[in-house]
């Protein structure tokens, strides 16, 4: 089974473009190209449902249809309109219009919506011979995206983003995208036999992550996409990856992925979202304070998110938070710490100089990934 051709865009969070491609060369894709917010590959139908089940950090998965020059309106629907869009949308299609403008002439997003939009129908209209389209079957949602007055015509094969698995069913008070808690795994380069440990896992995020990465679990083997619906993308298709997907699961249930939290509530999600993620014998969530943290494992990493707070009675006591982490962490003096953190003098309060440090976006706050290596472990 191949399908149509297409080109494809993985769509991901600024400073995740390079860990989206790493995943994508992992699944044997290659000539990509990486580009500010996103990863540009081709592929055929099965690849649209392989990537869109597969792929753990890109945000979504949509189909380009054209990219052009166009600095005026007259530019931007005689451009759309030579997209051949009957050999892409049924006859009773429904396609909403979103768009995004980035320092380009043509500024205003809804009227540049209203623009595609209108060149679509009318394009549709002709051909189909009628006046007024029912836009009552399959959905496709199309984006008209400008950046320095280059368009790009796409449309979403994904429907809500990447992010949701569909086993998080209660989130904290600041969630972390489950498709950044996956980078921060990734980034961290852990493996499944390497202990892990998150003392601040909130809803779980992080361990559930980590405990679907173990057991090589696809991130969207629980929910549904909005090509499913396509013509271009056939129910066996999606049937063919979802079967390879659940032959790939790992048994083994023998794995050290741990979550810690010192709120109740906050652990009784998280062991909720570790049980309807088909992992509840995998990953070990208990509730525990900073000060508790240990371990007889002699090596291992510890991956988590600590509060960073944004009022100043929150920043100081994520201060006071930073130190007692310093001090509570010296004693896994073999492992390695990875922590993801909006403070920008947290090297000074955590008492340390991180090994790595790298930029990334959570939500819109700008953050930093602080790498802290231990010794390697003795070679078997």
Excluded at 40 to 63: H, P, V, Y
């Amino acid at each position: 089974m191949i399908g149509m051709n297409f080109d494809i865009i993985a769509t991901a969070t600024f400073g995740l473009e390079a860990v989206v491609a790493q995943e994508l060369r992992a699944m044997g894709y290659n000539n990509l190209a990486v580009e500010h917010g996103r990863v540009e590959f081709k592929g055929q139908s099965r690849d649209i449902c392989r990537t869109n089940l597969w792929l753990r950090t890109a945000d979504r998965i949509r189909w380009k249809l054209a990219e052009f020059e166009a600095r005026d309106f007259d530019q931007l629907y005689d451009q759309v309109q030579n997209i051949p869009w009957s050999e892409i949308l049924p006859r009773e299609a429904r396609f909403p219009v979103e768009g995004k403008s980035i320092k380009s002439q043509l500024s205003s997003v809804p009227a540049c919506q209203s623009v595609t939009k209108k060149a679509i129908a009318d394009s549709l209209s002709r051909k189909y011979g009628i006046k007024r389209l029912a836009e009552t079957g399959p959905l496709y949602k199309i984006e008209v995206a400008l950046l320095k007055d280059r368009v790009t015509i796409s449309i979403d094969t994904t429907g809500p983003g990447l992010h949701k698995r569909g086993y998080r069913k209660g989130g904290g008070k600041a969630p972390l995208k489950e498709t950044l808690a996956a980078a921060l795994i990734i980034l961290a380069r852990w493996k499944k036999d390497i202990p892990l440990i998150d003392p601040f896992c909130g809803t779980g995020t992080i361990p559930v992550e980590a405990g679907l990465m173990a057991t090589g679990t696809a991130p969207g083997s629980r929910r549904s996409f909005i090509a499913e619906e396509w013509p271009q993308v056939p129910p066996e298709f999606w049937e063919a990856i979802r079967e390879e997907a659940r032959e790939n699961v790992d048994a083994e249930k023998d794995f050290y992925i741990v979550g810690y939290d010192y709120d109740g509530g906050a652990v009784d999600k998280a062991r909720d979202n570790a049980l309807r993620a088909g992992l509840g014998d995998v990953v070990h969530i208990q509730q525990q304070e900073l000060n508790e943290l240990n371990s007889r494992k002699k090596y291992g990493k510890v991956i988590c998110n600590p509060p960073y707070g944004e009022r100043m009675e929150e920043v100081q006591k994520a201060e006071t938070l930073y130190s007692d982490m310093g001090k509570v962490f010296k004693r896994l003096d073999t492992w390695s710490f990875y922590v993801l953190s909006g403070h920008p003098g947290f090297e000074r309060f955590f008492g340390r100089k991180a090994s790595k440090k790298r930029k990334l976006y959570h939500g819109n706050i700008r953050v930093d990934y602080y790498q802290f290596f231990g010794p390697a472990p003795p070679r078997d």
